[in-house]
């Protein structure tokens, strides 16, 4: 299915949030424990043998069993990362004094301008960001959206700011964007701008960044790797779909022509 809108007559969205993704592993049970054990998670009720994770009471994350399922290469389309939004600095302290006593392999830390962020990968590579927002009326807008920049992160600086013990991912922590693997960033934006009414924040060389209300991104698309790739096989590992609150959509969602679908928030 696709979704299309004339640039003219496009309505923005408001009041958009990510609700949770949806990933096919082959190993549900380890998966799912590394959620809990290193993200945080906590269990949530999910249906049709599925393993529901989340935080409060909300579900985030529904991992979706297959050991039948092949593992996509690199150069594919699909999950770049799910970025999880913790609601506090603080917060994110802790969970980096946690990684780090873990041993957990960290991908990366970065100092972003609208954001300090940590990233990771499941057991079976989804690429995991975690992370906490500077405050909005700290970020820099421009007629060219938002000033975003890949820093190195003050970890020491980070590590001080923690506030004893507390959950790893408290009540308020959601999913604040996707990030998606795409074969052709100009046709991502296209269809993001369209389906879900986003605007687009940020470019960089082979990436689009888009979002709502002045967020500096629900949804980024990049080709980094997968310059020219084609759809995703439906029954690969990796993300199956993704929710979206606070824009209307048919009942059935979209997809792009990538395989990434987005399905209105249950």
Known sequence: MTATAEHGTRTH???LAIGEVALRVRDLDRVARFYRDAIGLEDVPASDGAIGLGAGGVRLLTLIGDPHAWTPDALSAGLFHTAFLLPSRAALAGWLAHALGRGL???????????EAIYLADPEGNGIEVYADRPASA?????AGVAMDTRPLDCRGLLAAASGPAPLAPPGTRVG???LKVGDTIEAETFWTAALGLEVT?????????AADRYHHHVAANAWMSRGAGPRDPQATGLMWFSVAGRDLPAEGVADRWGNRAVPAR
């Open 202 to 210: 940020a470019r960089r060389p082979g990436a689009v960044f888009m």
């Open 13 to 15: 969205a408001r009041n």
């Open 139 to 143: 970020w820099r807008w421009d007629r």
């Open 105 to 115: 392999a960290i991908d990366g830390a970065s100092d972003h301008l609208v954001s």
């Open 177 to 179: 964007h996707i990030h």
